[in-house]
């Protein structure tokens, strides 16, 4: 059996689960217990609230990306420098669409166990986002 290593899951996270909104992967690098907290003041228990989360987002931000700049891994831990982007195409943080490209660095906080993902805190310049879609 080969060992994902806590710097692979994070990438497959970030890549596969997140940028391609691929529920499938979720569901086999996530615990089934899974806390996820995010930049958006929600904190979701379980796979299922985490996946509809994430809908949510791609639903409110089209062509939405998540770009890995840094991680700092130790064996049961990983730190990840972000920027987050996209379009924002539906209501989002109480705007109404704009079309306007939006883009915001943050930090994510993983916990790794038995070669899953169990917890993730994540950071976001939630004001970044604001600002952008307040200018016109």
């Not at 915001?104 to 790794?112: E, P, R, S």
Request: charged fraction near 25%; hydrophobic fraction near 40%.
């Amino acid at each position: 059996m080969n060992k994902t290593l806590p710097k692979q899951l994070v990438e497959q996270f970030y890549f596969e689960v997140w940028n391609k909104a691929d529920e499938s992967t979720a569901h086999k690098i996530l615990t089934e217990d899974f806390i996820f907290r995010g930049s958006l003041g929600e904190e979701k228990v379980g796979i299922d609230g985490f996946i509809d989360y994430m809908r949510s987002i791609h639903k409110a931000l089209g062509d939405y990306e998540c770009i890995i700049e840094d991680l700092i891994v130790t064996e049961n831990r990983v730190a990840a420098q972000m920027v987050f982007k996209g379009i924002h195409q539906n209501s989002f943080l109480g705007y109404e669409p704009t079309q306007k490209r939006v883009q915001w660095n943050g930090a994510a906080f993983f916990t790794i166990q038995n070669q899953e993902i169990s917890e993730l805190w994540v950071l976001g310049d939630i004001d970044a986002i604001k600002t952008q879609l307040n200018n016109d």
